[in-house]
């Protein structure tokens, strides 16, 4: 894959991209979309769509720190399945950021479209309460098939892999959304880390966009289980949703135009 120019963001930039970062952070660790705000917000500084990418799952890191650190109520008592559960999304990462670094530059502008449009259209289905998922709460052959194939897709883009993530182990686990979620935003760490590591080695990461993003990330998902706990997601679902589709019909407008 041939290298892309880096831009220097300005002093105005970085600080855009640290409020950007917050809202990813609140969004991902709620409703499993970061993407959909981070990415975005990299594009608009004018950083070119591969580079926004890898700079953007490298700069997630700070949303599963601070996810992790914001869930630890929740995430009492799930050590053992979710150590499992980590070590199978994280070859998914490895897979989905190798396959990113394959795919042509043009081929990656024209694909991210659908990849937008087809999370926010799930994110308005939302995934089966715990209460009428099946009795057990391990790790089957089925959910870590699931898990696998949503880290390859979070580790080659990761719009709303959260969400899948979500819906998924809510079938699977029949237990209250907050620990869902928080179990949620850890495998998908894991995911993102393989792939960032990847990228950072390998792809074109401008350093300052992902430090200033990784910051405002750091923030917003510390706060985001706390919000998890309290209300109902159902509206910011949808509100990000709506959002997401636009955003969808503006970059295929970009790329085919």
């Keep these: 894959m041939p290298a892309e120019p880096l831009l220097a963001p300005g002093p105005w930039q970085l600080v855009f991209l640290v409020v950007a970062g917050a809202g990813a952070g609140l969004t991902g660790s709620i409703a499993g979309l970061a993407s959909l705000v981070s990415y975005p917000a990299l594009l608009a500084i004018g ?35 979710l150590l499992r559960l980590c070590a199978i999304t994280a070859a998914g990462g490895a897979a989905g950021s190798a396959l990113l670094l394959l795919t042509p530059e043009g081929a990656f502008a024209s694909i991210v479209p659908f990849l937008i449009a087809a999370a926010s259209v799930l994110l308005l289905c939302s995934p089966r309460p715990a209460a009428r998922a099946g009795r057990g709460g391990g790790l089957t052959a089925g959910t870590a098939t699931g898990a696998f194939l949503v880290a390859v897709y979070g580790g080659y883009f990761g719009a709303a892999a959260g969400v899948v993530m979500l819906a998924l182990l809510s079938a699977a686990w029949p237990q209250p959304l907050a620990r869902t979620n928080a179990a949620k935003n850890i495998v998908t760490g894991a995911a993102n880390l393989v792939a960032a590591v990847v990228f950072a080695v390998t792809g074109p990461v401008l350093w300052p966009a992902a430090a200033a993003l990784c910051a405002g990330l750091v923030a917003g998902s510390f706060a985001g289980p706390a919000i998890v706990r309290r209300l109902p997601a159902a509206p910011l679902r949808i509100a990000i949703a709506l959002a997401g589709l636009g955003l969808a019909v503006a970059l295929g407008w970009q790329a085919w135009a």
């Design 47 to 81: 950083v070119p769509p591969v580079s926004a990418n890898v700079t953007n799952t490298v700069a997630l890191m700070g949303g599963a720190v601070g996810a992790a650190a914001g869930s630890r109520p929740e995430l009492r008592g799930q050590r053992k399945r």
